[in-house]
């Protein structure tokens, strides 16, 4: 299996449930993100993981957690969200975090989260 | 402060046509790269090119070309001979010289190609 691939494809959660975002990245990168996709609105970075430090925390509402155990593995521990959370949430990978002009990022299919 | 505007939200053609995708950016940097992402109805963002500031030229790959312009801070994107595949969201992008490896996107383009 090649590229990034994000698990579950598609996810229904209660504002009380906790749940987790899997992402898998088999491109050999040491960088790894988090993105949202809201509708009517433009992706929105939310952290950004090098070597699995966190190198950027987009002023991300603390209901959302991320962990990185390794460069491989990214996930999105979810608590206590909103109905407005409800978004595409995208993973992404690349060469590293410090070298985005040689090295384009490389997205997964996504998670289609609704919190209801 | 750097933002990226893609003004058409939808576009809609016939397929063969040409189709041209406006983006237009704002960024105080002189060094930047400029990049389009196609991403079609399974979800995923499908890297199409990129572009440094100092690289004015044209680029053409099969169907597809690019017309970057500092002139007037574009970065526009043109799909000649449209098809049905080509149908999805298109996002034109901006990355600031920081070290973060941040995409700045704009608000994406709906393509849809109609048989």
């Known amino acids: 299996e090649t590229g990034v691939t994000q698990t579950p494809r598609h996810l229904v959660m209660g504002m009380t449930n906790k749940k987790s975002l899997k992402c898998e990245q088999h491109?050999?990168?040491?960088?790894m993100y988090w993105y949202k996709q809201s509708a009517k609105k433009p992706l929105e970075l939310m952290f950004v993981?090098?070597?699995?430090?966190?190198?950027e925390n987009n002023s991300v509402p603390s209901r959302f957690s991320p962990e990185c155990p390794n460069s491989s593995h990214l996930f999105l521990h979810l608590h206590t969200l909103q109905p407005e959370d409800s978004a595409l949430y995208l993973c992404?990978?690349?060469?590293?975090?410090?070298?985005?002009?040689?090295?384009?990022?490389?997205f997964g299919n996504g998670t289609r989260l609704t919190v209801t | 402060a750097q933002k990226v505007t893609q003004a058409q939200t939808e576009i809609s053609v016939v397929e063969k046509e040409d189709v041209t995708l406006d983006c237009v950016y704002e960024?105080?940097?002189?060094?930047?790269?400029l990049f389009w992402y196609k991403q079609p109805p399974s979800g995923e963002l499908v890297f199409l090119i990129r572009?440094?500031?100092?690289?004015?030229q044209n680029e053409i790959s099969g169907r597809y070309s690019w017309n970057f312009q500092k002139s007037t801070s574009s970065f526009n994107f043109t799909i000649t001979a449209s098809q049905v595949v080509d149908s999805a969201v298109y996002f034109c992008?901006?990355?600031?010289?920081?070290?973060?490896?941040?995409?700045?996107f704009g608000q994406g383009t709906t393509l849809q190609v109609k048989p």
């Open positions: 992404a990978s690349s060469q590293d975090s410090k070298s985005s002009y040689n090295s384009p990022l490389h």
């Open positions: 491109l050999g990168h040491n960088a």
């Open positions: 993981y090098s070597l699995e430090e966190r190198v």
């Open positions: 960024t105080r940097d002189t060094t930047y790269y």
């Open positions: 572009r440094n500031s100092f690289d004015e």
């Open positions: 992008a901006l990355t600031p010289p920081d070290n973060t490896g941040k995409l700045i």
